[in-house]
């Protein structure tokens, strides 16, 4: 057994995280539930770039052709259908989209609610409640948005809005209610003001572990920021105009015979939404693997695995959270060779945070066994 | 807590608060009929067109244009002061770790705070000005988090104790 593998068996620091990360605990709840969800968005973001993302982009594409077609050809009700599929097509991936990025946003806040448990003035009996109540919200949130597309409106009683998107609303409104009961509860805490406050082993580790990934996640953070800082200003406005001229160019030529200046337009659009989706996907991929890396640099306390394991997972999960975003960035200069490396990038994130779970998950099996033989 | 650390938590916390309470109301009252006319914009544009009318068809590919840059900022200026917001809260739980006096620390979380209110603020403002000041806002903004984010870093992978 490592140094790091005896360390959490032994005084003060056992019964301290005994009381704090007891089994159906609101922290033990947040911390695998949020780790839990972040995987899972992770892997349905996965599964959407490879199988969704792109056969929809080129759906889009092929609409857009037939928009035009339709223009060359003056059939206003072509046009009208062509551009009514790519709506539902838009549809489609949107849900898509708003259920993996909401996915992983909820499992942030779950992260840095796990965080704040020691200063949220509720019964413990409260806290586990809540924690269990944002766990649904945060599964009923995006499992709901992401059945919209299939669900549509059937069986509905309302005018506009589906039952999938129905429970999706619910279950945001439920995340929504247990943040404000605990912000509630943070506030009553610094109102009451104790004489005596309990230090957090998560706020104090030290652990070269939890340095690297503070660091690494801020400059994670820094890279997406000075990319976002450069891409507003060398290309966002650049390729506002060209969008638009595009389109203009589309309609004019195509309604003029000029089928071949039409066609191009619409080839020059595809690329231009390809350059603009890459970029905004590694500015938000980078930052948001940043955060990833500071939110687990606090719960490294948790982490029951070797000091050489810890480091190893460290180290993949920075990787891969260069990686995705980096390749995501080339993949218009190195196309499937690029998307390929991003996704193995994207990969090594899944298997560190999926490590640090275990690792954690072994943590609370010493703790449970350790509180019963106590 | 340190001053440093309250500033940025509280600060975070209260630009979150404010980023989606922004969010709320943009998305009760003007998202989805920005959504609607930019889409109908858009398929007016190419239905005129194929009816061979062709400056309407291009007053409708302009109206389409300007709502999206329009709602293109919009967004941007919601999502980035509530990600902003979390980032500020985050930084500042840890923020005693920063290896630097707390004077320093005071001032590299005032120019996280005050760049985070002013960047996506410029952004926003560039919807009814499209002149240089909005840009300049956004910009000085921007370089106020890049300068504390990089302080932060820095500050972080020096603490060693």
Redesign the interface.
């Known amino acids: 057994m490592s140094t790091r593998e005896g360390a959490v068996g032994s005084g003060s620091t056992l019964t301290q995280s005994v009381d704090r990360f007891a089994p159906f605990s609101a922290r033990r709840v947040f911390v695998i539930g949020g780790i839990a969800l972040i995987l899972c968005g992770m892997i349905l973001g996965d599964i959407f770039a490879a199988f969704i993302l792109h056969p929809n982009a080129n759906r889009i594409g092929e609409n857009l052709l037939a928009?035009?077609r339709?223009?060359a050809?003056?059939?206003?009700q072509?046009?009208?259908a062509?551009?009514?599929n790519i709506?539902g097509l838009l549809e489609n991936r949107g849900t898509k989209v708003d259920a993996h990025s909401h996915m992983i946003g909820f499992g942030?806040?779950a992260l840095?609610i796990a965080?704040l448990q020691p200063y949220i003035a509720l019964s413990e009996s409260t806290k586990r409640f809540l924690a269990k109540l944002f766990v649904l919200g945060a599964i009923l949130l995006p499992v709901g948005v992401f059945l919209i597309h299939y669900v549509g409106m059937a069986g509905s009683p309302f005018a506009a809005i589906g039952w999938a998107s129905v429970f999706g609303d619910f279950g945001g409104f439920l995340v929504w209610l247990v943040c404000l009961c605990e912000?509630a509860g943070l506030v009553k805490y610094f109102g009451a003001r104790p004489t005596v406050r309990s230090s957090d082993e998560l706020?104090n580790d030290?652990s070269w572990a939890a340095?690297t990934l503070?660091?690494g996640g801020?400059?994670l953070?820094?890279i997406g920021?000075?990319h976002?800082?450069y891409y507003?200003?060398a290309h966002l406005f650049r390729y506002?105009a060209k969008?638009?001229e595009l389109?203009?160019a589309?309609?004019?030529q195509?309604?003029a015979g000029n089928s071949a200046a039409a066609l191009q337009a619409v080839a020059e659009y595809g690329q231009l939404q390809g350059a603009k989706a890459v970029n905004v996907a590694a500015h938000a991929h980078v930052?948001e693997f940043g955060?990833l890396a500071?939110?687990l640099?606090?719960f490294q306390p948790y982490v029951f695995l070797s000091e050489k394991w810890r480091r190893i997972w460290v180290v993949v999960l920075l990787i891969g959270s260069l990686a995705l975003p980096l390749f995501v960035l080339l993949e218009l200069q190195w196309g499937l060779l690029a998307g390929g490396l991003a996704d193995v990038g994207g990969l090594l994130v899944i298997v560190a945070l999926f490590a640090m779970l275990v690792g954690i998950w072994r943590y609370t099996g010493k703790l449970d066994s350790s509180a019963v033989v106590a | 807590m340190t001053f440093s650390r309250r500033f940025l938590i509280f600060g975070g916390?209260a630009l979150a608060v404010w980023g989606m309470g922004y969010g709320i109301w943009y998305a009760v009252f003007i998202e989805h009929q920005t959504l609607d006319g930019l889409?109908s914009a858009?398929?007016t544009?190419?239905?005129r067109?194929?009816?061979?009318r062709?400056a309407e068809?291009?007053a409708a590919?302009?109206d389409?244009?300007s709502r999206?840059?329009v709602y293109?900022r919009q967004v941007d200026a919601h999502g980035h002061w509530i990600?902003l917001g979390?980032?500020l809260?985050?930084?500042g739980?840890?923020f005693d770790?920063v290896g630097f006096g707390e004077r320093m620390r005071t001032y590299l979380a005032a120019a996280l705070l005050a760049g985070s209110v002013i960047f996506p603020l410029g952004v926003l403002l560039e919807t009814w000005n499209r002149g240089a000041g909005p840009q300049a806002l956004?910009?000085i903004g921007?370089a106020l988090?890049?300068l504390g984010?990089?302080g932060?870093?820095w500050g972080?992978?020096r603490?060693?104790?």
């Open positions: 928009a035009t339709a223009v050809s003056h059939d206003p072509g046009a009208g062509a551009f009514q709506g942030y806040i840095l965080l912000l706020h030290r340095r503070l660091s801020t400059v953070v820094l920021f000075l976002g800082s507003a200003g506002e969008d638009s389109l203009s589309m309609t004019t195509a309604a930052i955060v500071i939110l640099a606090f | 916390l889409s858009l398929a544009g190419f239905i067109a194929a009816e061979n062709m068809s291009q590919l302009a389409a244009a999206s840059f293109v990600g979390l980032l809260l985050i930084l739980i840890a770790r956004a910009v921007s988090v890049i984010l990089s932060t870093a972080f992978a603490s060693n104790s």
